[in-house]
């Protein structure tokens, strides 16, 4: 994946991919040991128009086992003509399987300027030799407090695609603010190697997150997830 930036004080999801990030970028935060997550993504054709020329929809789980690993598996709904040929009436008759590993070597410490740092994979096995998430990328990640008004986050990253890999290829980056009265939402702005999004996310509830986002003001993109923590 690219880069980008990131302005929250919670840990927000990649909603598009189930990743923690912001939309449709990764970030270099974690979630807490033991934490799993579940969640469904509406992707308009404007997100991954030379991927997928059509909406569609992605679901997946999330596991962080320790605090340095996330692991990720999804599928999207592709759509084909019943039975496989390239005839008659089309629907999301397959699904395209997709895997994502996460590693973290450094860890954001709390003095002014030492940021943490994640190395992540997406699809380094694929059954068929063709999904197009397929990139290895790194990215750092920065918080501050604005002013006793908030809390930004920044973040920057680079992703290289390999194989078919065309979703994320390049430089990406974004931030995301959290204000002091509603510290569980975040406003963000990223950068995601194809376009710029905005959008909102919030995490309700303790365990129920939800996010919108926009590619340019042309169509809408949506998520829901659930999280749930294991303590041990």
Known sequence: MGLFFRVTSVCNAQEVLGTSGLMNI???????PGTFKGGVSFVQRKLHSDVYDYNTGIYYIDFTPFPFVELTFRETLLKVSKG???EGKKGFYQQDRSTSLRLRPVKEKNNRWWPGVV????DIYSDHGGSRYTSVYGVATKHFDVCRFGRLGLTCGYAAPFDDGVAYDGIFGGMAYSPDFFKDMSVVIEYDTRGTNIGISAKLFRCLNVMCFTREFEGVNAGLSYMYTIKY
């Open 84 to 86: 496989g040929r390239n």
């Open 26 to 32: 990764p970030t270099a935060d974690m979630y807490k």
């Open 119 to 122: 190395i992540g994979v997406n």
